[in-house]
């Protein structure tokens, strides 16, 4: 009986401490060069299966706005995208079922190389960036977008994605040079 209280305690600490501490949220990031391979789709979907994620960002999809299903996974059943009728570039972002997510807003831009999502994870707001950078003009187009963002970029906001942009020179190739507004 002593050993079972003494358990007991401990336990009831530990629930104490995860409750001071609150949720927290893991963010996961992938350029999947395309998703139309049912291999490949598979592969995806057990990567994000075995990383267990809050909230999955996935760039380069080359979805239709019609394949939203072969964006699917089991245990993430809010699937929001940007995929356009030419099946090139897109995002998606998978939100887990473990979480309490609302969204309150969604935008997205017409090449589809952008979506954003306001609203609340666990009660708290949130505004979730998901960019795909084309891969010439990148600096220029990311700069842009923040620009045209900015109004809706706060101290919650998080931006994820390929932004086709080296940030240090042991990222670059010999052709690619570092925009200086992006240091």
């Known amino acids: ?20 501490v609150g949720p927290h949220i893991s963010i996961i990031t992938l350029n999947v060069n395309g998703l139309n391979s049912p291999i490949k789709r598979h592969r995806v979907a057990g990567w994000i299966k075995e990383q267990d994620p809050t909230i999955c960002c996935l760039q380069e999809t ?15 059943r809010t699937i929001l ?7 090139k570039a897109g995002v998606a972002i998978l939100i887990s079922d473990k979480v309490d997510f609302k969204a309150k807003q ?10 954003m999502i306001k609203g609340t994870l ?9 960019i795909y950078a084309p891969n010439t003009g990148a600096p220029k187009f990311v700069k842009q977008l923040l620009i045209e963002l900015k109004e809706d970029i706060n101290n919650n906001t998080i931006i994820v994605g390929d932004l086709n942009t080296p ?12 925009n200086k507004e992006i240091i």
């Open 62 to 76: 080359h979805l239709s706005p019609k394949d939203k299903h072969r964006l699917r996974v089991k245990g993430w």
């Open 122 to 130: 666990h009660q708290e707001d949130i505004t979730l960036i998901n």
């Open 167 to 178: 940030l240090k020179p042991m990222d670059r190739t010999s052709r690619q040079k570092i």
């Open 106 to 115: 969604i935008k997205k831009d017409k090449e589809r190389q952008y979506i």
């Open 1 to 20: 009986m002593g050993r079972e209280t003494k358990e007991t305690e401990e336990n009831r600490k530990t629930r104490h401490k995860m409750v001071v």
């Open 81 to 87: 995208q940007a995929n356009n009728e030419q099946k």
